[in-house]
């Protein structure tokens, strides 16, 4: 991926989205012709020429300093996460590329881990959201990527390409969200992925949802949460994720899924357990 691209349009869709009045500014109403804020405005907010923001907006961030991203980033109204990524874009501090290119792989340990949560789907994801490693339960819950070559385990395909999520997830748009947010941070951690660009440039052909979100530029790393699904066998359930980063291996993830005790989902989540347990499930 072009990294001064991924800059330019990262500063202009976030200089887009804010208005005059977030930022204590007049709104000169019809003779506003830009949404969001001008650039004169933004430069005068973070302390800056006009002239040397608009060559950071343009891709070029030789010798930009911390202190002016930070600047930057306040301006701008960035998150954490946001301004991380931002960082990344500007200053190169990238992954190896040879990292990126590194085959990943689950350590029979994990895998063990996982067989041993009885009551709990679990998965593994690793560097561009893809599925390494899952127990049964999991494979019972969010369907069985055994039945899949492994190119094809991968959390964005299985949201944007499989039909089956879109009945799965009650609020299948917050999660293709969520999940176009996440692949957004990945890239500016690798931008020389080319696995990475592979799996984006096929999304962008195969579903146009995809293309309309990973144009917005969102980031995100989302930890924990709720999730409801709808699911074949039994009914809807909500349930909380947790997303745990191991320490020694910080591009695997271990992603777990539980209700409520003495919830209506929790029996259900029960009863999906006992019914996985007849049925041939693989797991790899």
Known sequence: MDQRAELSEFLRSRRARLKPEDVGLPDLGRHRRVPGLRREELAQLAGVSVAYYTRLEQGNAQNVSVEVLDAIGRALRLTDIEHDHLTHLAKGKTKKKRAACRPQHVRPALQQLMDAMDNVP??????????????????ALLGDMAQLPPQERNMA??????????????????????????????????????????????????????????????????????KRLRHPVVGELTLAYETLTLPEEHDLSLVTFHAEPGSASEESLRLLGSWSADQPVRVA
């Not at 969520?178 to 799996?199: E, H, K, T, W």
């Not at 579903?207 to 949460?225: L, Q, Y």
């Open 122 to 139: 679990a998965q593994l994801i690793g560097r561009r959201l893809d599925i390494l490693g899952w127990n049964r339960m999991a494979a």
């Open 157 to 226: 395909r299985h949201v944007f390409l499989d039909p089956a999520a879109r009945s799965l997830y009650v609020d299948w748009h917050g999660k293709a969200v969520d999940v176009v947010s996440i692949l957004r941070l990945c890239a500016g951690c690798y931008p020389d992925d080319p696995q990475l660009s592979s799996l984006v440039g096929e999304l962008s052909v195969k579903s146009e949802e995809f293309r309309t979100m990973w144009a917005a530029h969102t980031v995100a790393d989302k930890g924990h949460g709720v």
